[in-house]
């Protein structure tokens, strides 16, 4: 049942204190998990505030110094314009990372009031709404996403739109049968027999009580969505050059990969990085929310 005002407003109990220890406790003996949110934390910082972590420009270069390998002046080497790959690579994450959290929150958004609208309503309405997100199902995200965008054209703002739509259907099929575990509740069942409407029912019990799992899948999506703007933007769909983005990154170094590696394996590198920490942290709320 959804926390009442007097709740949310008590004072602390004595033991919180050390139930906040305990979950300190318990974070530092997962070492995985602090570190992805170091580095989930750290590439934050870099599509917030680059210039904190580099001096170098993403956009200049030293052709005398082209594909220079990583050294102690280039973290990551130089491309073969002998433009800094760290400095592109933590510029290229506020291209990336605004993308990404574009597409998750249309995503989220639609898909969630899509979700709630099919499971709360049912009948002709459910059915009519759920074998529309069956269609969209059945068709590869990311062929969607490339259809999408060679509609609307080739943009960074295209890509996260595009990766957002093909997203929908999964948001819509876990908030629906959330909706529909928590309509059959005694809580909601007694809300209706205490005389309260539809709407009331709905915004005071449903949907509060059906979010948690279309958050942790939210959380989940970040990983997925970064990974399919980062397809788009190597398959050519994305930013134009000479913006740094990371799916262009590794595609600027693929033509060179057998004599000089690092264009491509540095960038790439970052990318699966923040994608296993993504995963670790939506697996870790996951866990604390079945507790």
């Given amino acids: 049942m959804t926390v009442e005002l007097d709740t949310l407003a008590a004072p602390a109990r004595p033991g919180s204190g050390r139930a906040s220890l305990r979950r300190l406790g318990e974070l530092a003996q997962q070492p995985v998990l602090v570190a992805s949110w170091i580095t989930a934390l750290v590439v934050i910082g870099w599509a917030v505030a680059p210039r904190l972590f580099t001096s170098h420009s993403p956009y200049g270069g030293d052709s005398a110094a082209s594909f220079a390998p990583p050294s102690a002046e280039h973290w990551f080497g130089t491309d073969r314009l002998g433009r800094d790959l760290f400095a592109r690579t933590v510029y290229g994450a506020h291209t990336t990372l605004t993308a990404t959290l574009l597409a998750v929150l249309i995503a989220f958004g639609i898909g969630t009031v899509v979700g709630l609208i099919a499971g709360f309503s049912g009948g002709i309405v459910d059915t009519a709404v759920m074998r529309l997100v069956d269609v969209f199902l059945a068709i590869p995200s990311l062929l969607l996403a490339m259809v999408v965008v060679s509609v609307l054209g080739y943009s960074t703002q295209n890509i996260a739109l595009a990766v957002g739509i093909s997203s929908i259907a999964s948001f819509a099929r876990v908030m ?16 209706y027999g205490l005389g309260g409407g539809r709407p009331a029912v709905l915004l005071r019990h449903v949907v509060p009580n059906s979010l948690n799992s279309v958050i942790a899948l939210a959380a989940l999506e970040v990983g997925t969505a970064v990974l399919a703007v980062a397809s788009l933007g190597f398959l050519g769909y994305g930013a134009p050059p000479p913006q740094p983005e990371w ?45």
């Fill in 176 to 191: 629906r049968a959330e909706v529909l575990t928590v309509v059959n509740q005694d809580y909601v069942k007694a809300a």
């Fill in 247 to 291: 799916g262009l990154l590794v595609a600027e170094g693929r033509d060179y990969v057998a004599t000089h590696p690092w264009p491509s394996i540095m960038p790439g590198l970052a990318l699966a990085l923040v994608v296993i920490a993504t995963h670790r942290i939506s697996t870790s709320y996951r866990k604390e929310h079945r507790r």
